[in-house]
């Protein structure tokens, strides 16, 4: 694959994350990775979907009181129009942990149909199988997605507070790299859609235990609200990813634009979830799929 972007070239722009809308279905992925490497990235909105309020309407999270035959028939969807097998879609049952899950074969689909067969106690999985497509859910936790495009592995992890606390984006960084035949620098890592450092205020109990953990509090303070993705962007910079390699979704806070994105707070609690999907896509597969999202 390195002949179309070679592994040296550092303008790694054309990574950057775009909002795509599809038959009603709108969604921030990164076209350019998968047309030049053949690796799918994408964070689904609320827009789309058979769900009904208060989980209207592309509800991805069977944990959260919908109707199990609705967020199937969403997930299928999703699948479909991301040219992915939905029974394959791997999922963690995301207990607000650090732990990072690698999925092989025998975990393989692990959750795409029944809440119960989640990966338990993980909220990041890492693989380098192909075609099994790696799926967490969110309503303002922040979403990353992690890719090493030479060796063809990804990762995927849930990032709350306690999350980005326990430095589980750098977690997930060293559960790709275990074999020790892939570096951080090789990395490009996107932050999905989260509550921003604009609206996520936080008690000071909070605000104290993260300035013992965590320098630099301008950063990452506001008044007293917490800016999560900023948290989770120095963590992935700190681990060795380049600045140029770490893309955002733009104007993507979820109580902000809580018309395109489920949001915990901004709904109140009871709302649905979006989803984080990556996948390696089979070789035969790659580059020719510029019409897809
Ligand atoms: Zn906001």
Redesign the pocket.
Known sequence: MGDIKGDNDDDYSAYRLTCETVDGTSLYTSKALRAERGILVAFTTREGGYSRTPYDSLNLGLHVGDADAAVIKNREALCVLLGLDPSRMTCAEQVHGSVVAVVDESVAGSGAMSLKEAVRGADALVTNLEAVPLALFFADCVPVVIVEPRHRIIGVAHAGWRGVHANIAENTIYGMVEDGAVEPADMIAFIGPS??G???RVGEDLIKKFAETFSHKERWLHGSKLDLPALVNDQLEKAGIEPARIFSCEDS?????NELFFSYRGDGGVTGRQAAVAAVLPRRDSGNTNDLP
Do not use: E, L
């Not at 806070?253 to 634009?257: I, M, Y």
């Open positions: 509550i921003g604009c609206c996520y806070c979820t109580s902000c634009r």
